[in-house]
């Protein structure tokens, strides 16, 4: 059965170092189940909108994938979906301010 982790708790949690998984679960299974809901309800705003998807939907798809199965380094793999993989400077920004995703992602 799961309890409420009060402030205390959690910095002793976090000060001893390593946790159990069910102290780990008492502490972000709330806030990460809230997420999942919040995603939840942007892919479907997503959906019932018009138009295609464009870059920044399918990176984020792709970043969703990496989320299913017990794999490792998940969070690398997730930031990495949103990532531009090359390694050669442009020469001048092409936007005032970025876009969250790469845009020459491959599918």
Do not use: H
């Not at 390593?18 to 990460?32: G, K, Y």
């Not at 189940?33 to 309800?41: C, H, S, V």
């Not at 969703?64 to 390694?87: H, I, M, Q, W, Y």
């Amino acid at each position: 059965m799961t309890r409420a982790i009060d402030n205390a708790e959690r910095r002793e949690y976090t000060a001893s170092g390593i946790m159990t998984r069910e102290q780990v679960l008492d502490l972000d299974f709330l806030d990460a189940r809230g997420k999942l809901i919040e995603i939840a309800a942007f892919l479907d705003r997503v959906e019932r909108a018009k138009g295609q998807d464009d870059f920044r939907v399918k990176a984020f798809r792709q970043a969703a994938r990496e989320l299913n199965g017990s794999k490792k380094r998940r969070a690398e793999k997730v930031l990495l979906a949103f990532s531009d993989p090359t390694t050669t400077p442009i020469p001048a920004a092409t936007t005032k301010a970025a876009c969250g995703a790469w845009p020459g992602r491959p599918n």
